[in-house]
């Protein structure tokens, strides 16, 4: 069974600070995604990572993917308060399971002034 | 526009009265998945179609059905809700595997009383 462990699950920030929101997964997987939700709304699909050693930025936000340690990183640079929402990561399965979705419990991400 | 689309967005319904929850996408996708979110448990997957006539259980299938008789509609089907099902859903569509993001649409609240 794959499991996915985000942390941390709650983060407060000031803005202008760096952090990363880790992803870890127990099995092997080449799919792993990361996406948005503001609160009360939808999910909203930010990186796409397909491979071992992908990297994918769009503006303050990094994405990484290391298959072999089973880990994926989301890097804030310089917060703002725009990026306060939850982030999750969900990897996919292969083989027999591919197209089969697990999810991490999300980070709550807060950004201060 | 390119869209996923879910009906009804709110509902409640009666335990054992059957509903169906419809999920239309116009960007040609072939894969398609339900989740359901629950506080402090999550996204959970219900469901998932790899293309049309195809479709596999997620993490959650119990109570639940689906069909894909066509490309652009994957049905929620609850043939006999029970309050357990009170969630919010969320229906899903992409190209498929690859490296392609997913489209969600914009989530049904259920409340079965």
């Known amino acids: 069974e794959l499991k996915v462990e985000q942390n941390p699950l709650f983060l407060s920030m000031q803005e202008g600070k760096n952090y990363t929101i880790y992803c870890n997964y127990s099995?092997?997987?080449?799919?792993l995604y990361w996406y948005r939700q503001d609160p009360g709304k939808s999910l909203e699909s930010l990186f796409v990572?397909?491979?071992?050693?992908a990297v994918k930025q769009e503006g303050r936000l990094m994405a990484s993917l290391d298959t072999k340690a089973r880990l994926s990183t989301l890097h804030i640079t310089a917060a703002v308060h725009d990026l306060s929402a939850t982030y999750f990561c969900?990897?996919?399965?292969?083989?027999?399971?591919?197209?089969?979705?697990?999810f991490g419990d999300g980070t709550t991400l807060t950004v201060k002034p | 526009e390119a869209q996923v689309t879910q009906n009804p967005r709110y509902l409640i319904t009666v335990t054992g009265k059957k509903l169906t929850v419809t999920c239309s996408q116009n960007?040609?996708?072939?894969?398609m998945s339900w989740y359901r979110q629950d506080p402090g448990l999550g996204l959970r997957q219900i469901y998932y179609?790899?293309?049309?006539?195809?479709?596999d259980k997620g993490d959650v299938p119990e109570g639940y059905k689906v069909s894909r008789k066509e490309k652009r509609n994957f049905p929620l089907i609850l043939e006999s809700p029970s309050p357990n099902q009170t969630s919010l859903y969320f229906c899903?569509?992409?190209f498929g595997r690859g490296n392609t993001e997913a489209f969600f649409g914009q989530g049904t609240r259920l409340t079965v009383v």
């Open positions: 990572l397909l491979s071992n050693g």
């Open positions: 960007m040609n996708h072939e894969y």
């Open positions: 969900a990897v996919e399965g292969d083989n027999t399971n591919a197209g089969k979705s697990t």
């Open positions: 179609s790899m293309n049309v006539e195809v479709t």
């Open positions: 899903a569509s992409s």
């Open positions: 099995t092997t997987s080449d799919r």
